[in-house]
């Protein structure tokens, strides 16, 4: 294959312009300003938190629906708040984010994400832990959209990849840190704990982003050059390129000036909206989250025990985990493509098996340990695959003058098919039983397959600028893929 495609996007294979071959560790790494790597750290935080607040409903639920008497519906709408309240701070996080910045907007997140948790710790009533939940919902749903975005408009191109998939690692962490605490605080009322706890890194978030610079992309389109000048100055190292780099945004900023939600509809955006939203739709739609929010529970049904099921999902934790240090390294060494199709089949196949399982002998050790080692198993392939990617492809392929928005629409996509899995697997369960729907699953992962082959291009190692021209020029941007 040539080293470059007809739209400018060179070939994964190719070493990027800068960094070590295949984006590894290598000198290019070495003496990089600590900054670059506080600014990932600090505001990862938001996706610990986000992690943590989904994630703790999965060992308190347990508790919840005997202390509030909660029906398998009203089960499914305490879950699912959250991702109505994400939904709508989706969509506000990125008109915020347009006119304050992204760092103003990654602090007020905070701030709601720890009133949120005040008042589910405090709920007398479901009502108003419901309306506590939709609160944490808006910070999630703000911290799943600014937070990848401004990583992304600060990192270096070669190291990019892995300093973004930092957030999805921080999310992983953030649901082990509630898998364990679901299971140390076990009991009636120990669910106010679970939900208070996440005050702590509220203000640790709150605190470290006030001392971190607003985004570059963000000071150039506000007119405020020489303040990007001096905060890409301090993100990158002695010697490199500052004026080229700072060039290179204005003139995509001047060249496209600013968007809005009507300039979603240029056909040389819609590519790169099909590619976001299609990421967004399957990384739900694939199933993940019914495993993350209903094992516990569903484990607990099939007659496993609620210490074994909690302790299974202490085990899924720890799989995520891995997952995301592996996609962490995966997505800068092999490409963002080529990993969503080393590990998506894997992800298929163990959810095919998890519904066959369910098929066998009820209680039979062969069938326990089946269910379990494909729920693991599921979970590293996915996380992999699919969850390391998903909060790295609409930041990185979304063009600037729209990125707002943009990105706004593909984060609500994360959500509005999170709470359509959210509010429908148990009734699923009840419906069409255990191995039915985890069977649907299997098969959306197939289809997920397909979306990548087609869609999906390769952004390994190119900066935002090279990625928004090669979306301008003629030829379908998934011509990098082929």
């Not at 009502?127 to 600060?154: H, K, Q």
């Not at 700072?246 to 979603?264: F, H, K, M, T, Y």
């Not at 098969?443 to 090279?466: D, H, Q, W, Y």
Request: net charge positive.
């Amino acid at each position: 294959m040539p080293e470059a495609t007809k739209d400018g996007l060179r070939d994964a294979r190719a070493p990027a312009r800068t960094g070590a071959p295949g984006g590894g560790t290598g000198p290019a790494e070495r003496g990089r300003p600590l900054l670059v790597y506080a600014v990932a750290a600090v505001s990862a935080l938001g996706g610990l938190l986000f992690g943590y607040d989904t994630g703790i409903i999965s060992g308190a639920l347990l508790y919840l629906r005997e202390d509030f008497r909660l029906s398998s519906r009203e089960q499914e709408i305490v879950v699912g708040v959250i991702l109505v309240g994400a939904m709508a701070g989706a969509l506000l996080a990125g008109r915020l984010s347009q006119r304050y910045g992204r760092r103003r907007v990654v602090m007020a997140v905070a701030v709601v994400f720890g009133v949120g948790a005040v008042a589910a710790a405090m709920a007398p009533d479901t009502l108003t832990l419901v309306l506590a939940r939709f609160v944490l919902g808006l910070a999630v749903g703000g911290a799943s959209n600014m937070v990848p975005v401004y990583i992304a408009e600060m990192a270096p191109p070669e190291i990019r990849g892995r300093l973004m998939v930092l957030f999805q690692l921080m999310v992983a962490i953030g649901q082990l840190v509630s898998y364990l605490c679901g299971w140390a605080l076990a009991g009636s009322g120990g669910w106010r704990m679970m939900f208070g706890l996440a005050v702590i890194p509220a203000v640790v978030l709150v605190v470290g982003m006030a001392m971190l610079p607003e985004s570059p992309r963000w000071l150039v389109e506000h007119g405020h050059r020489e303040a990007a000048r001096a905060v890409l100055a301090r993100l990158r190292r002695p010697g490199e390129d500052i004026d080229a780099e700072l060039g290179d945004i204005a003139a995509v900023s001047r060249g496209e000036g600013r968007g809005g939600w009507r300039e979603l509809r240029r056909p040389w955006v819609r590519p790169a909206l099909v590619v976001a939203i299609g990421i967004a739709a399957f990384s739900q739609l694939t199933g993940i989250n019914a495993i993350v929010y209903y094992a516990p529970t569903v484990l607990a049904d099939a007659g496993f025990g609620d210490s074994v099921a909690l302790l299974t999902g202490i085990g899924i934790g720890v799989m995520l985990v891995v997952a995301g240090v592996a996609g962490a390294v995966l997505v800068d060494r092999v490409g963002r493509r080529r990993t969503m199709l080393w590990f998506l089949p894997g992800s298929g196949l163990a959810m095919a098996v998890l519904a066959l399982a369910f098929l066998g002998d009820a209680g039979s050790a062969v069938q326990r340990w089946t269910v379990v080692l494909s729920l693991f198993a599921y979970i590293l392939f996915n996380g992999i695959g699919m969850q390391a990617v998903v909060w790295l492809i609409g930041p990185e392929i979304l063009p600037l003058s729209v990125r707002g928005p943009a990105t706004s629409l593909a984060t609500l996509s994360v959500w509005g098919f999170d709470l359509l899995i959210a509010v429908t697997a148990l009734t699923a369960i009840n419906s069409i039983g255990r191995s039915g729907t985890f069977f649907l699953y299997a098969l959306m992962n197939a289809a997920c397959i397909v979306f990548v082959v087609r869609k999906v291009p390769e952004t390994k190692g190119r900066s935002l600028e090279e990625i928004e021209r090669a979306l301008r020029s003629p030829g379908p941007v998934a011509a990098a893929a082929r």
